[in-house]
């Protein structure tokens, strides 16, 4: 069906239900740096939506009749799949509005007082919760809504939200519960401060009766008067006045010695104030002789909030009553004391009646309003989203149909025509996006519980860039493995395993409850935290480290012979001992050719590892040392072997760290340098996959230039600088070194090879028999090493000019053919390529460097929360075990350092060093990670859904 409505400038004819599908295939960001940064368009095929890249989005203009406006837009609602467009701002235009055209968009918000109406009912429906709360009310199910939203003119209604002026109504009715609930509420609080007052002027009373007598009669023997100080004032005052004022009243205790030393000023001392604390205050009686004195003493208590209940007054007081209202006179004498308690008593039970009557009105009308209250919160919320959509359509003066454009994912598309087909006159049509280049689409992925949290980890840095790859499928893998890394322990990460699976389990439950902020942030990122400690749970197992200690499930390769006796060191003569018994100091047991001690040398032979002399050598190590551990076999014992010596055909543990490290001398230098070179290459790796992956982007969107001189030139530097450092560390990892002083420092080699690159002193053993003796150099790692690290060099050096030359070069010549043709060339600025381009080289040449050292953060942690444990283990639980103590109070004991260690394991290691770990993650992908191909500059796709508003107004 023709639609006879008017379209927007660059909106194609809509001639049927099924226009044609044009859409983000025809979309091209205009270059702003000549090429640095270009969005071209992405290939025109479709693709599931998933987390590699966003869905495909189209931007298509909707003709919708007047007449079912909110009707459609309450559809879109419930799909939630239309981000619309605002047409009446600048931004809702393909050019330069004019002031008049801005003016008259200003006029088409035609739903400002139906939002301003939503915003009325919302407060007084915050208002309703509040007293809901104060008065612990609960829904009664029981209990029957008069009609839909409880309006009882509207019993019946299927649909309510289809009727006309329904907010209005809704308004209506609620302001008029508003003033009733305000009107009980007000008369409630008024009969409960009415009791309560009744109730202490009760005590008071009793107080009054029982403390004191009446102060006309024999004075000198009263006891109310404190001290005998106050008993002397109060016979001559008596004795020069005749009959004594008394004011009893009540005040907060903080605020009662401010109010004695104002007494004491007011009355110049001739005052006497008793107390005594009552009903959780102060209640007090002050004693005066004058009239002057009285109003002085009233006005005082008034300004200072106190209430005065009894009094006996020199003097009626004509001037306002403000000040002596609600007062009782003192009684006289017993009968009246009796009959004012009586009084009382019966003002109290009148009260309380009034209280329960007003509290059932009152509950009654809160029990019928929460029923009620989720349904007409969702109404309004929904309501409220619909006019704000509205406002943003064009919506001439008299027309009958509204226009308004938005993005709708691809495959959305059929059920958005579906959608309007059901109404006459509504079509779908689409946006010529070639005279619209100026909005990118919005970004969208579809999530679940699983993968929103890394999702969340990634939109917190930025919202990806429409369709460029999303670091969000990596960060499943690699965000919990580094943080396993960091955290590597089986004790500590089945803690957080089991504590991640609870609340997995109990999910369902949780989600219903008001969780605090911090509780609903875990809670949110329990899948998340589930990876994390399975994670360290493995890494624990590689480690072999549990709260600090290293377990045995791998059988370990360090044997030693029988007969074997510990000892730091080797002492001299054992060499010529008889016996020919070996002392060992914690190493491998050597079987040793016959030599003496100074000339005896390491070699590692095949099968075993072997002493001989200098001569038969290659390399020499220098005098022994007493970290250097022999087992010399004596002349004429030559064939003497040890059958539990670790050979070759033993082979290293089958999982994890060797057990035998845990009481070794240097086990903290065998870990140190472990997950240093560890973390080098894990971060190598990682920085790797983030340039192999802006390769994927370079292809999508057809930057063929930025592979050749990005991609290319990058992969070149990183590989032929630090991917070089990593395959040194492997290659020294795996080559079997006769003697390891002579082995190559890594460290040292990367130095010299950006310095003084193609100088590498070798080691020659020949100079350490020499007259002088000097043993220097190193060996080399392989054939032609020296040759090959200029080479290496030379790349990186090559590499760099190609990063910063030529993409300038392509934009200038670019911006030169579209100047040729005639065409804008405005959006290449020169200068803006050429600074851009340089601080992208810079940034990444010293990022290479920085990054790296970056990724040592890995090793600072894991090796800080394994001496942590191992502290904590060692001064808690060992500490315990190794006192000398026996019985119950051992037990005692034993029981006091656990609940320390497991105090310090939970508060430390399990919160703060996870937290810590976990803030590291965070950095290496954001920084590390992401910079090498991640853009982030996308805007988010929110679309009309009804499900999405009442969930985050929920969470507030």
């Not at 045995?552 to 080797?570: K, V």
Request: proline share 4%; glycine share 8%; aromatic share 10%.
């Amino acid at each position: 069906m023709q639609s006879d409505a008017p379209l927007l400038p660059g909106d194609a004819q809509a001639t049927t239900t099924q226009p044609e599908n044009r859409g983000v295939e025809q979309f091209e960001r205009q270059p702003t740096d000549g090429g640095s940064d270009v969005m071209a368009s992405p290939p025109e095929k479709a693709h599931l939506s998933g987390l590699w890249r966003s869905e495909p989005m189209e931007l298509r203009s909707m003709n919708i009749e007047r007449s079912v406006l909110e009707q459609v837009v309450r559809g879109f609602g419930e799909l939630g799949c239309v981000q619309f467009r605002d047409l009446n701002t600048s931004a809702g235009w393909n050019e330069a509005p004019t002031e008049e055209e801005i003016a008259a968009a200003k006029h088409r918000r035609q739903f400002v007082s139906q939002i301003r109406t939503c915003e009325a009912i919302d407060r007084r429906l915050r208002y309703f919760d509040e007293k809901i709360t104060e008065y612990n009310v609960r829904c009664d199910r029981s209990i029957e809504p008069a009609g839909p939203l409880g309006l009882s003119e509207f019993a019946g209604t299927s649909r309510v939200e289809d009727l006309p002026d329904i907010l209005e109504t809704l308004n209506t009715k609620l302001a008029s519960e508003e003033k009733t609930i305000q009107e009980q509420s007000s008369q409630f609080i008024k009969n409960e401060s009415e009791h309560q007052r009744f109730i202490v002027l009760r005590s008071v009373v009793a107080w009054a009766e029982q403390s004191a007598a009446d102060t006309g009669v024999n004075v000198s023997q009263s006891d109310m008067a404190e001290d005998r100080d106050d008993r002397g004032l109060l016979v001559d005052m008596q004795q020069e006045q005749g009959t004594l004022g008394q004011i009893i009243g009540r005040i907060a205790c903080d605020k009662f010695d401010t109010f004695q030393r104002l007494i004491y000023r007011v009355s110049k001392g001739n005052a006497v104030v008793m107390r005594e604390e009552l009903c959780g205050a102060i209640v007090f009686r002050i004693i005066y002789s004058s009239y002057e004195m009285q109003t002085r003493i009233m006005k005082l208590c008034l300004s200072v909030g106190a209430d005065v209940y009894l009094g006996r007054f020199l003097q009626s007081y004509t001037g306002t009553s403000a000040v002596w209202a609600g007062v009782e006179a003192l009684p006289q004498t017993s009968q009246e004391f009796i009959s004012l308690k009586a009084n009382i008593e019966r003002n109290v039970q009148d009260c309380q009646k009034v209280i329960d009557s007003t509290k059932g009105l009152l509950f009654t009308t809160l029990k019928e309003l929460a029923r009620v209250q989720t349904e007409r919160r969702h109404f309004v919320l929904k309501e409220k989203g619909i006019y704000h959509t509205l406002n943003m359509m064009q919506i001439e003066p008299g027309a009958s149909f509204a226009n308004a454009v938005g993005w709708i994912p691809k495959r959305k598309i059929p059920v958005v025509t579906d959608l309007l087909g059901q109404y006459d006159m509504c079509h779908l049509g689409a946006v010529d996006l070639s005279s619209d280049g100026k909005e990118s689409p919005p970004t969208h992925y579809e999530t679940n519980d699983f993968t929103a949290t890394f999702q969340g980890i990634v939109d917190s840095y930025g919202i990806p860039r429409y369709q460029e790859a999303n670091p969000a499928p990596f960060t499943i893998i690699t965000f919990p493995w580094l943080f396993g890394v960091m955290y590597g322990d089986i004790g500590h990460g089945i803690i957080i395993t089991v504590a991640a699976a609870i609340m997995i389990a109990m999910q369902k439950s949780l989600k219903k409850q008001a969780l605090n902020e911090i509780v609903d942030m875990v809670f949110g990122a329990r899948w998340l935290i589930l990876l994390m400690g399975l994670f360290a749970t493995y890494v624990g197992f590689l480690y072999n480290d549990a709260f600090g200690m290293m377990l045995d499930y791998s059988e370990s390769r360090w044997l030693f012979p029988e007969g074997w006796t510990e000892a730091q060191t080797i002492a001299r003569q054992n060499l010529e001992n008889p016996d020919g018994k070996c002392y060992f100091g914690g190493a491998i047991p050597l079987v040793c050719t016959p030599c003496h001690m100074n000339d005896l040398v390491m070699i590692g032979l095949e099968g075993q590892q072997r002493c001989t002399c200098p001569g038969d050598l290659a390399f020499f190590t220098g005098a022994a040392s007493e970290s250097e551990y022999f087992c010399p076999v004596f002349v004429g014992n030559e064939n003497v072997t040890y059958p539990n010596t670790m050979t070759t055909s033993h082979g290293p543990t089958a999982f994890g760290m060797d057990s035998a490290w845990h009481e070794s001398d240097n086990k903290l230098t065998f870990f140190n340098g472990f997950k240093m070179k560890n973390a080098v290459i894990l971060g190598v790796l990682q920085m790797t996959l983030g340039i192999v992956i802006s390769l994927f982007n370079h292809l999508y969107f057809k930057n063929y230039e930025k592979i050749w001189f990005g991609f290319i030139p990058e992969v070149l530097f990183l590989f032929c600088s630090f991917g070089y450092m990593c395959l040194m560390l492997i290659m020294k990892w795996v080559s079997p070194w006769q003697n390891t002083n002579t082995a190559p420092t890594v460290l040292a080699t990367m130095t010299n090879f950006f310095l003084s690159p193609g100088s590498y002193e070798e080691f020659d053993p020949a100079k350490c028999y020499g007259p002088e003796k000097e043993c220097s150099g190193q060996q080399v790692l392989y054939a032609g090493q020296p040759h090959m690290q200029v080479i290496l060099v030379l790349i990186c050096v090559i590499a760099v000019p190609l990063m910063l030359i030529p993409i300038p070069l392509i934009a200038r010549r670019r911006k030169k053919a579209l100047d040729a043709e005639g065409k804008d060339s405005s959006h290449i600025d020169m200068q803006e390529v050429t600074i851009r381009q340089v601080i992208h080289v810079i940034e990444y040449v010293l990022g290479c460097v920085s990054n790296t050292a970056s990724y040592l953060r890995l090793w600072a942690l894991s090796l800080a929360h394994a001496e942590l444990s191992d502290v904590f283990w060692k001064f808690t639980i060992m500490m315990g075990v190794e006192m000398k103590m026996s019985g119950f109070a051992h037990g005692i004991v034993m029981y006091g350092m656990w609940g320390a260690w497991f105090t310090v394991t939970v508060g430390v290691l399990i919160m703060m060093e996870a937290l810590s770990a976990f803030l590291h993650a965070l950095r290496l992908h954001w920084v590390e990670f992401q910079n090498k191909f991640y853009v982030g500059d996308g805007t988010k796709f929110t679309p009309l859904c009804f499900e999405t508003i009442i969930e985050e107004a929920e969470e507030k």
